[in-house]
């Protein structure tokens, strides 16, 4: 048994391990209540709470923000626990009048899924997606043509931050002015649909 954790507390470890590794991201309160057979949300966040306390894990207070910081108890070298990746769809296109998750769930828009380590893709949450700038880059920004940009979905932005827009079916990168409307849209240019949280280039 892992130094400190009770049987319980280990085997919700474990699975929590697991199912990142499974599924790209952390499980939330509810699916390990129902893994484990736990009625109540305030059952297994007693769990969560000793596993913190004995830094196995963090946690904050959202949805899928549980993130192991010690070694798998059923490795018996010991070793620290790698850094683990998200898996996120690497979007290729956006038709007029679709949301980003509505679209994500059509394969065909789908290029492939991408192992992002998670550092720099928790941001984007498990809804996030990644797009790859075209040839021409992203003006004025030091963003290069074949790079992937880590998005996190939503509908607004504060002046200055980097959002992906949807115009005319493309997207594109660009710096928000503060100035869209209540929909999300900048004047003349498109609807806001994600905050560029990441970068990943290869060199």
């Known amino acids: ?31 390990l209540g129902d893994a484990f057979q736990i009625g109540s949300l305030r059952g297994v966040t007693v ?11 963090t ?3 959202t949805s899928r923000s549980i993130r192991v910081t010690a070694p798998d108890p059923r490795d018996p070298s010991g070793a620290r626990k790698t850094e683990s990746a998200i898996r996120l769809p690497l979007v290729r296109s956006l038709g007029a009048g679709e949301t980003v998750i509505d679209k994500i769930a059509i394969e065909g828009q789908v290029e492939r899924h991408i192992s992002i380590p998670e550092e720099i893709a928790a941001p984007a949450t ?11 880059g992203v003006h004025n920004e030091p963003i290069l043509p074949g790079d992937l940009l880590i998005v996190r979905p939503q509908r607004s932005a504060n002046a200055g931050e980097l959002v992906v827009m ?9 710096r928000a002015d503060g100035q869209e409307t209540p929909d999300g849209a900048l004047p003349g240019e498109g609807e806001i649909i994600g905050r560029v949280v990441g970068l990943v280039r290869r060199y």
Not at 168 to 174: E, L, N, R, Y
């Open 1 to 31: 048994m892992a130094k400190g954790l009770t049987e319980k507390q280990r085997k919700i470890l474990e699975y929590i391990i697991d199912f990142q590794k499974d599924n790209g991201f952390p499980p939330t309160i509810r699916e």
């Open 47 to 57: 769990h969560l709470d000793a596993l913190v306390r004995k830094q196995y894990m």
């Open 59 to 61: 946690r904050e207070r």
């Open 126 to 136: 498990e809804n996030g997606f990644v797009i790859r700038v075209g040839a021409s």
């Open 166 to 174: 949807l115009s005319h079916g493309d997207m594109v990168a660009s």
